[in-house]
Nanobody, 127 residues
Framework: EVQLQASGGGLVQAGDSLRLSCTVS????????IGWFRQAPGKEREWMAC????????YYPDSVKGRFTISNDSSKNTVYLQMNSLKPEDTAVYYC????????????????????WGKGTQVTVSS
């Protein structure tokens, strides 16, 4: 089982930037997808970004492409989500998760495919 811990959330104003961190441990294989997700009150959990541990390829939905950037610092066992130009509609609890198989990063079932989830971190963007 992979353990994940997200941190870095907070209250920011519209237009600000924020960087979330996800500390990861417990890998047994080389082939994982690590993703960032968010869930706003009353809404389904949605995918924000994904990175392959095989080759570092990154994937984003069109809704955040150009504003959010996922990166991996293997020396710190940490995956980051840099969020720029934040909007009030970005307000949500943000989660990181890991799934076996980098193919999950481009799967229509990425949310369902993740095997292990960390506790979320709240991001609130005020207008």
């Amino acid at each position: 089982e992979v353990q994940l811990q997200a941190s870095g959330g907070g209250l920011v104003q519209a237009g600000d930037s924020l960087r979330l961190s996800c500390t990861v441990s417990g890998f047994f294989f080389d082939n994982y997808a690590i993703g960032w997700f968010r869930q706003a009150p009353g809404k389904e959990r949605e995918w924000m970004a994904c990175i392959s541990t095989v080759d570092g390829s990154t994937y984003y939905p069109d809704s955040v492409k150009g504003r959010f950037t996922i990166s991996n610092d293997s020396s710190k066992n940490t995956v980051y989500l840099q969020m720029n130009s934040l909007k009030p509609e970005d307000t949500a609890v943000y989660y990181c998760a890991a799934g076996i198989g980098a193919h999950l990063c481009y799967s229509d079932y990425i949310v369902q495919g993740m095997d292990d989830w960390g506790k979320g971190t709240q991001v609130t963007v005020s207008s």
